[in-house]
């Protein structure tokens, strides 16, 4: 497993975390639906047509899962490659060497980080 691979790992004990607090069963099998999400992504896999026949009632947070899995995914495999050399502004004296930004708009990664660290309202609970 990679390095990049840590914020879903973290994703993943959380919904492990709170299988063990759930009151109900059915609390107990959303969140594990939402592990599996996140297990498959981490996989590369997707079993969506699976998920939604065999387990219904929890496909919402499986496909939460799955979704939230594959963004953090994407946001943690920024490779060197993917980067531009910026160099250091004038009179900056603090920076020796060259900073290197993303070539992708600040915005497009706000937008695909939100929520991703912590589970989304529109999955508890659905």
């Known amino acids: 497993m ?9 994703r993943i004990q959380w919904c492990r975390l709170q299988q063990q607090y759930s009151v109900t069963p059915d609390e107990r099998a959303g969140w594990r639906a939402e592990e599996s ?5 981490l ?3 997707d079993r969506i047509a699976f ?15 799955l979704e939230d899995g594959q963004a953090i995914l994407r946001l943690t495999t920024i490779t060197p490659g993917s980067m531009t050399p ?3 502004m004038e009179g900056a004296g603090l ?3 060259p900073s290197r930004v993303v070539n992708r708009s600040v915005q497009a990664l706000y937008e695909e980080s939100k929520y ?3 589970p989304r309202e529109d999955c508890v609970g659905g």
């Open 2 to 10: 990679h390095d990049e691979s840590t914020p879903i790992i973290s």
């Open 37 to 41: 999400g996140l297990v498959d992504a």
């Open 43 to 45: 996989g590369s896999r």
């Open 51 to 65: 998920m939604q026949h065999e387990y219904r009632p929890y496909f919402h947070r499986y496909k939460c899962g």
């Open 86 to 88: 910026m160099p250091p």
């Open 95 to 97: 920076i020796t060497t």
């Open 116 to 118: 991703l660290l912590t």
